[in-house]
């Protein structure tokens, strides 16, 4: 479906994978423009990319003369856009379980494991690459054992996140997995949350928005 949106967006970040899913999900084509966050001192610094997005960040999707923010108002933007197939249940506290679930990954866990977190641990901290790892790993893993547990104590917990068709849940959630498998951490204490992605990657708007199919990856990852 051709909609005139740009996504500017970084092949490995969790918050632009979100945003694909969402769109692939929602069967709507978009333009692609890469922000490199590492290259010539992290693109998303550049001026022009700056008055885009003040908080120099990525993803940032425009449509058409509105320029959206943050990966969870840009998804349920997208939800309310484009209803269908919507990525938010019908019921109100159904509703606030998967928002719950987002939130768990995209508030808690992820920032703690930013780029500029890690940056920042770095440069101005001096911590070294295997404390970084470690910091990384100890805060997806604490993440990932309350999912497990609310996944486990929902009755709604299905072939997905909630119920049996993709949600707002399983867009977070699959691109920390990437996340934790690039730290390597270990799956076997989350059986619930494996077996989720396994069942996200059968299909194909999952596959097809993984980082090493983004035009801006590298030829090896």
Same mark, same amino acid.
């Given at each position: 479906m051709a909609t005139?949106?740009?996504?500017?967006?970084?092949?490995?970040?969790?918050?632009?994978?979100?945003?694909?899913?969402?769109?692939?999900l929602k069967g709507?084509?978009?333009?692609?423009?890469?922000?490199?966050?590492?290259?010539?001192?992290?693109?998303?610094?550049?001026p022009g990319y700056a008055a885009l997005n003040p908080q120099q960040l990525v993803p940032t999707l425009r449509d058409g003369d509105r320029v959206l923010t943050q990966s969870l108002a840009i998804c349920e933007y997208l939800d309310e856009a484009f209803p269908e197939p919507p990525l938010l249940p019908v019921d109100v506290r159904c509703r606030a379980q998967v928002r719950a679930l987002a939130q768990l990954v995209?508030?808690?866990?992820?920032?703690?494991?930013?780029?500029?977190?890690l940056? +920042?641990?770095?440069?101005?901290?001096? &911590?070294?690459?295997?404390?970084?790892? !470690?910091?990384? /790993?100890?805060?997806? =893993?604490?993440?990932?054992?309350a999912f497990e547990a609310m996944l486990g104590e929902n009755m709604n917990t299905g072939r997905f996140c909630h119920g049996d068709t993709p949600t707002l849940a399983d867009v977070c959630l699959v691109p920390q997995v +990437?996340?934790?498998?690039?730290?390597? &951490?270990?799956?076997?204490?989350?059986? !619930?949350?494996? /077996?989720?992605?396994? =069942?996200?990657?059968?299909?194909?708007a999952f596959r097809a928005a993984a980082p090493e199919c983004q035009p801006d990856a590298p030829a090896a990852v």
């Open positions: 005139g949106l740009v996504l500017y967006g970084y092949w490995r970040s969790s918050a632009a994978y979100r945003v694909r899913i969402a769109l692939n709507l084509g978009y333009e692609n423009r890469p922000v490199h966050l590492v290259k010539d001192g992290g693109q998303q610094h550049a995209a508030c808690d866990i992820h920032p703690l494991g930013n780029l500029r977190v940056q +920042y641990l770095e440069r101005e901290l001096g &911590v070294d690459e295997a404390q970084r790892k !470690t910091w990384s /790993r100890h805060w997806i =893993a604490t993440g990932f054992a +990437y996340n934790a498998q690039r730290w390597h &951490v270990p799956m076997e204490p989350y059986p !619930t949350i494996a /077996r989720i992605h396994a =069942a996200c990657h059968e299909l194909e």
